[in-house]
């Protein structure tokens, strides 16, 4: 094929060629002639060709006629119609196109015959860009198109800046024109599905980078300047953000010449700059199809051309001369507020990494560095525009060539950022690891199927011996810690703190996929609890009085021996409480343990959760009779004491009437409170240590959801308010150096677990305001025990955890492997045989120093139902609120620093940036 653009020599050529009679060599011939690519208006000889052509009456050029009569003419678009033309190309080229001797050109720089024009209908009347949907239509009849990677012309761009605007208005309107017509390339069967999808990508890639672009500038911004974090900065995000980039810029910047590059990065940049312009053009097709009106075509003035300006008309700030009339349109100055938000963005990142560098933790604020990085990357387009209106010469290429270097460095800075910004814990998953120490602490006949599947069965003879001389079998429950005594005490404020968590946010359950578990988990150790109750005795037809059985094992004979409880047989005997031997404290929790369990499983099986509540009440009112503390009693009083029964009484009350909705329940729970008030407020070292031995503000929690006094309420928000003050002035409450909040004297992980469900609830259901601010303290307390200090103090999860907690069953090898004795399991370095999960050790010291070592005598390293109790409770609300880091950031950001250091105050994570100050 012969290729010519029509100059005034090629002109000359061609016209001796065709009076030559080379009439078979001009029956192939096609012609290129577009003044995208030559100027016509600056040449006589162009102007020449179309003489004749007017406004008025549309001809073909008669010179053009009278010298190829035979040849296949090449037809000039509407770019060579004069300016005073209103009617676009397709109207003047389709008038004529019938004539069979004609091929056209469409578009910027290709041509075609007349019958594949006439097949697809001629010229497409119904977009502004018919280059676009003409070779749409083409590919949808079958045309076949080819590459040709070598360069046949070199079209001319416009200069000033308002035309360049102009020019892609025009294109994102002609296609979105296409998208919205019944020509829509992804409903076009005529298309395959790959060609409907990048048909349909090309249009979409402006409706995505209209949304993208000034998200991307207003996220760094609203972060950094209000504390309001739109983004959730995790492990997902790094990859998604690695991802995106590598391959964005591969495929962008893929040259053969490395000359090549730079003007391939103006791809990326013209995105950002042209954003505004595309989000206008779309509003106007869209506006214009809803209101049936025409889209109007706007030619563009290439180099050489008159800008139109009257310089008469100026303003006395005149633009700079590469700008243009911007006729009032705003794509400047978008631009130039663009520049100045990233620009304000970098200052104050700058200003918060200098004020303090550091979280609390230690961990340098990587995500500070992050918006430093993305600002300025976002600073680079605005600022290329900005100078490009003042200069566009050697200067600016060299500011280019900076810039495009500026751009990669920032770019893989923000990457690596990502991936140093600290993860975000999938809260969901370690609720369900949390579980699993449930199953890891199972005795009796365990299940087939386990996530412990280390743990067999055991305990299979535990059993008491009844008044009436019978054997009763005590099997199932849990093991206390890492040892294996079963407490009914500790098992019962167990299963009060995971039905209470499962009642009250059953969602977070429902949403991590832990519903079933949740439940089961409640019911294995209810089931154990009813067990443990033995109220129906009888001996030759006669009722005899019921028995409590608070402990199953030997204590001394216990700590003797180390090894599996799968092959243990040492004795294993039961001690009961009775009329003789009272424990209220162990009967009561046992009663407020069934109790709640009924409410929280009632919607899987109100058959079941009957049963719970029947023995509850029984239980409660043996509790009223037997009046005294199962320490007396029980061995392993000792270990977990109790001194107050009426707490414990108030506790099982209050859940009865829950459950049952009968005011007399009610009543008592308040009696009991002011009885525990009056006569046991004394005996407590820490009114503020919520567990199994002080329930009172578990009291005033739920006895204010119940009465709506205020007495009540203004206790709980002293107790919240107290463990989130970092200042306390009772010293009740005090914060380590990496801010974990301990009660003093002897605080563990697991009061400061039960204080952040705590938290939660009471966020939930009583404090008035700044939900946020309680549930992200919570957060952060529990971010502590996962890793936020550097270590995870729960076992089986994070990178640095415990692996060698005093455990039996976890530290025992299989048999086929070795025996399990003190030397090989308890004294050896090793950690742990097996994967313990979910268990929260009793944690650090006042200045956050624990060590990882297998000693069962110090608490701070032990697993026990009370350390996860709360713990699981707490991911449970944290869970169901779905509060995590980006959430808690919330509140950080520079005005509301500014503020509160102006008064004096802390950060107050965790609200938004009106609040707290």
Request: proline share 5%; net charge positive; charged share 15%.
């Amino acid at each position: 094929m012969h290729r010519s653009v029509f100059t005034a020599t090629g002109y000359d050529k061609l016209q001796g060629n065709l009076l030559l009679g080379h009439s078979s060599w001009a029956r192939k011939l096609q012609l290129i002639v577009n003044s995208a690519a030559v100027p016509w208006h600056n040449s006589d000889k162009q102007k020449g060709l179309i003489h004749g052509l007017s406004t008025s009456s549309h001809h073909l050029p008669q010179k053009l006629c009278r010298t190829l009569p035979a040849c296949r003419l090449c037809l000039l678009t509407a770019k060579l119609l004069p300016r005073s033309t209103q009617q676009p190309s397709h109207q003047f080229v389709n008038a004529l196109a019938w004539l069979p001797w004609l091929s056209v050109t469409a578009g910027t720089n290709f041509c075609l015959r007349c019958y594949p024009l006439a097949d697809c209908g001629w010229f497409p009347s119904f977009t502004i860009t018919e280059d676009y949907a003409l070779g749409m239509l083409m590919k949808a009849k079958g045309y076949k198109a080819g590459y040709l990677n070598e360069y046949l012309a070199i079209g001319e761009a416009p200069e000033e800046i308002r035309n360049i605007f102009r020019q892609r208005s025009r294109w994102c309107k002609g296609q979105m024109q296409v998208l919205f017509s019944r020509y829509c390339p992804l409903l076009d069967t005529g298309l395959t599905l790959g060609m409907r999808l990048l048909y349909t990508s090309v249009t979409w890639c402006y409706v995505t980078n209209t949304l993208a672009v000034p998200c991307s500038v207003l996220v760094p911004f609203i972060a950094l300047v209000f504390g309001v974090y739109p983004l959730v900065l995790n492990r997902d995000f790094a990859l998604a953000a690695t991802l995106f980039y590598t391959s964005s810029t591969l495929v962008t910047m893929y040259c053969t010449n490395r000359k090549h590059m730079k003007p391939l990065w103006f791809c990326i940049v013209s995105c950002h700059l042209l954003w505004f312009t595309y989000a206008k053009a779309q509003l106007n097709v869209l506006w214009k199809k809803v209101t049936k009106k025409t889209v109007v075509f706007k030619s563009t003035k290439k180099k050489g051309e008159e800008d139109g300006r009257d310089a008469k008309k100026r303003r006395f700030c005149a633009l700079p001369q590469n700008v243009g009339d911007m006729e009032g349109t705003l794509d400047a100055w978008v631009l130039v507020a663009s520049f100045s938000i990233s620009m304000i963005t970098a200052i104050v990142g700058a200003f918060q990494m200098i004020d303090r560098p550091y979280t609390a933790q230690g961990d340098f604020r990587w995500f500070l560095a992050l918006s430093i990085f993305w600002s300025v990357y976002n600073m680079i387009p605005p600022a290329l525009f900005i100078f490009y209106c003042y200069n566009k010469g050697q200067l600016f290429e060299d500011f280019c060539s900076f810039c495009m270097t500026l751009s990669f460095m920032v770019g893989i800075g923000g990457i690596v950022c990502t991936w140093l910004v600290p993860d975000d814990y999938n809260l969901g998953q370690v609720l369900n690891v949390s579980l699993q120490f449930f199953e890891a602490q199972r005795s009796g006949k365990v299940p087939r199927i386990s996530n412990t599947p280390w743990r067999g069965n055991s305990g299979l003879w535990d059993s008491v011996l009844l008044p009436n001389g019978k054997n009763y079998s005590l099997l199932g429950g849990w093991y206390d810690d890492g040892g294996m005594l079963k407490l009914s005490y500790t098992t019962a404020f167990t299963v009060s703190m995971l039905s209470w968590a499962y009642h009250e946010f059953k969602g977070g359950y429902r949403s991590s996929g832990n519903v079933d578990f949740g439940a089961n988990t409640i019911r294995w150790g209810a089931d154990y609890l009813m067990k443990v109750s033995v109220t129906n005795i009888t001996s030759a037809g006669a009722s005899m009085q019921p028995i409590f059985v608070a402990q199953v094992g030997d204590m001394a004979r216990d700590k003797l021996y180390w090894g599996s409880p799968e092959r243990s047989n040492i004795p294993r005997p039961a001690t009961y409480l009775s009329a003789a031997r009272p424990g209220t404290d162990a009967m009561a929790m046992t009663s407020a343990a069934l109790a709640s369990a009924a409410v929280a499983i009632q919607e899987e099986s109100l058959q079941v959760a009957d049963v719970y509540l029947q023995k509850a009440i029984v239980l409660y009112q043996l509790a009223q009779r037997w009046r005294g503390y199962y320490a007396k009693y029980v061995e392993s009083g000792k270990v977990y004491p109790s001194v107050s029964m009426y707490d414990d009484l108030s506790y099982a009350a209050i859940w009865i009437y829950i459950a049952t909705g009968d005011e007399n329940y009610l009543n008592d729970a308040i009696v009991f409170y002011d009885q525990t008030v009056s006569a046991e407020g004394h005996v407590n070292p820490n009114p503020y240590m919520f567990n199994y031995e002080n329930v009172v503000p578990a009291l005033d929690l739920l006895l204010y959801k119940a009465t709506k006094d205020q007495f009540y309420k203004k206790n709980v928000q002293d107790f919240v308010r107290t463990w989130m003050n970092t200042k306390s002035r009772t010293g009740d409450i005090f914060y380590t150096p990496k801010n974990l909040a301990k009660a003093y004297p002897y605080g563990t992980l697991q009061h400061t677990a039960n204080a952040a469900f705590y938290t939660m609830v009471a966020a939930k259901n009583v404090m008035d305001s700044k939900f946020m601010l309680y549930a992200c303290w919570a957060r952060n307390q529990i971010g502590y025990m996962l890793g936020d200090a550097g270590r995870s103090y729960v076992t089986g999860y994070g990178a640095v955890q415990p692996m060698k907690t005093p455990h039996k069953a976890a530290s025992c090898p299989p048999v086929d492997v070795t025996d399990c004795t003190w030397e090989s399991a308890y004294y050896t370095t090793d950690p742990n045989y097996n994967p313990l999960r979910g268990g929260l050790v009793g944690g650090p010291d006042d200045d956050d120093a624990w060590s990882d070592d297998r000693d069962m005598n110090n608490p701070a390293n032990t697993v026990t139902l009370l350390n996860s109790a709360g713990f699981s409770a707490a991911m449970a609300g944290l869970v169901d609120r779905d509060i995590n880091m980006a959430k808690c950031q919330q509140g950080n950001g520079f005005i509301q620093t500014i503020m509160l250091k102006a008064k004096g105050q802390p950060d107050a994570a965790g609200q938004r940036w009106w609040e707290g100050v």
